[in-house]
């Protein structure tokens, strides 16, 4: 081989062997991201302090829990089912069921900073609804959770 070839062989064989590599390190680290997340239902959601203290800006009247049932419908249902239960039509897809969010003594366990956190965070399979909803949005949602429990 010449001098030149040589050069080019081993660089592409370099820039393939960076892409392999780098490939077969990108999925590992996204393996290891969501392995390490945790899942809904397993109490495995690591919600910081700081979330916990987070106070719900917006009162919980009658007006923002139906702001919220609706934006339950349209985001939620699907795998919590109408009425939270965690039977949507999704949920038997799912490896993980979806939390019942029903269940009186799971919600008032949490703050409404953690329950916004988690909505906003998510934690796979449930996605994250930060880029999705508003600030607002969300607080409405977790008025509507709250009501749902009762």
């Given amino acids: 081989m010449r001098s ?77 089912g109408d009425e939270g239960k965690g039977d949507g039509p999704m949920a038997e897809a799912l490896e993980t069921k979806p939390t019942d969010l029903t269940d009186r003594a799971r919600i008032a366990s949490q703050s409404d900073g953690e329950l916004f956190w988690k909505i906003s965070k998510g934690n796979p399979p449930m996605p994250d609804f930060e880029g999705t909803l508003s600030k607002e949005e969300i607080w409405h949602l977790v008025n509507f959770l709250r009501a749902l429990a009762r």
């Fill in 4 to 80: 030149g070839n040589v050069t080019r062989y081993f660089g592409g064989m370099a820039v393939f062997g960076a892409l392999v590599f780098g490939g077969i390190g990108s999925l590992w680290a996204s393996w290891l991201v969501i392995e390490r997340a945790g899942h809904p239902g397993q109490g495995r959601w690591e919600v910081p302090e700081s979330a916990r203290k987070m106070k719900n800006p917006i009162r919980a009247t009658a007006a923002s829990i139906q702001k919220g049932r609706r934006l339950f419908a349209e985001h939620c249902a699907m795998c919590h």
